[in-house]
């Protein structure tokens, strides 16, 4: 495992981005007077998530799981439903699931490589709060070099020493418990994995929402990254200095999620039946 780390403020914190002036619109993160409409809110955001993922193609099968840990059983997580497409989740086919795969609640099966990588890591690290993984064209493209992102544009620089190049169990089929440990192990600090020869998984400490678009943009700056090379040019890479401070202000979890409310107030409008 090929480990990128470094000291960085805290996740979440204030963005530049908020408004100075008063008065504003605004997206504002929400305050919950309750566990109810916390989870509420948790849910609709994971199947939203789900929709974002199908309209940007990152399906593949029944291949792709995103999780979202429920707010007052921490030990259990609410995840999209086995064998049905990201554009058909909906509220009342979700399932909630404790670490051992065993569903608690809904229909429908766990997808069993979602439970043993998806559940260990948030089992290995309470601080997660969120998970995103999908077979993707460019993310499956990238993996296969073993390498991580270089800071090529501002995109890339978001996960500048915010990711790890995962080579354990490399290419092998996730549905060993030992598999989903080696994951696990890989999060520690980090919010994105690119696993060699598998594809790439992002975490978040903040919501849904953030795992959601880091994952969209990861497979975004592995199709960039994959451009670059085709073209045989040497890529001028961002300096270090330059990287940290774009991943500082436009990298942080709190982007992640302001980023993801464009994506959610559209498909909140275009697709109803997502609240079925």
């Known amino acids: 495992m090929q480990a990128i780390d470094s000291q960085r403020p805290a996740r979440g914190a204030r963005s530049v981005y908020e408004p100075e002036q008063a008065g504003l619109l605004f997206p504002q ?38 999780t979202v840990r429920d707010p007052e059983f921490p030990e259990l997580y ?115 994995a690119i696993h060699q020869n598998h594809g790439l998984f992002t975490a978040s400490r903040h919501s849904i929402d953030a795992a959601a678009f880091w994952f969209i943009g990861l497979e975004r700056v592995c199709q960039q990254a994959l451009l670059v090379a085709a073209s045989a040019i040497a890529p001028v890479l961002v300096a270090p200095e330059k990287a940290r401070y774009s991943r500082e202000h436009v990298g942080s979890e709190y982007i992640g999620w302001l980023h993801f409310q464009v994506l959610y107030d559209h498909i909140a409008a275009t697709q109803p039946d997502m609240f079925d």
């Open 29 to 66: 993160r929400p305050v919950f007077s309750d566990l109810a409409g916390e989870r509420q809110y948790r849910k609709e955001h994971l199947v939203a998530a789900c929709r974002a993922f199908a309209q940007h193609h990152l399906d593949y099968g029944f291949a792709g799981h995103l």
């Open 78 to 192: 609410w995840t999209n439903p086995m064998a049905v497409h990201f554009s058909q989740v909906k509220l009342s086919n979700l399932i909630l699931a404790n670490h051992q795969g065993r569903v608690v609640q809904g229909a429908h099966a766990i997808n069993r490589a979602g439970f043993v990588l998806h559940a260990a890591c948030h089992q290995e690290h309470p601080d997660i709060v969120a998970m995103c993984h999908a077979h993707t064209v460019y993310g499956t493209a990238f993996a296969a070099l073993g390498r991580a992102i270089e800071p090529i544009s501002q995109d890339a620089a978001v996960f500048f020493e915010d990711h790890v190049v995962i080579t354990e169990e490399s290419g092998k089929v996730a549905v060993s418990t030992q598999a989903g440990g080696s994951v696990a192990s890989a999060f520690k600090g980090v919010k994105a």
